[in-house]
């Protein structure tokens, strides 16, 4: 499902990838959709 969040919004991974913020936290957030 996480993936699917991805898909659907591309500009926010780029923006998250983008970050200098590692990687783990960007998975977090997208495994953790009520986090954001």
Excluded: C
Excluded at 3 to 21: D, G, I, K, N, W
Aim: proline share 14%.
């Amino acid at each position: 499902m996480a993936a699917a969040s991805s898909f659907r919004s591309p500009a926010s991974s780029t923006f998250y990838y983008s970050t200098p913020t590692p990687p783990r936290q960007a998975v977090a957030g997208d495994l953790n959709p009520t986090r954001r």
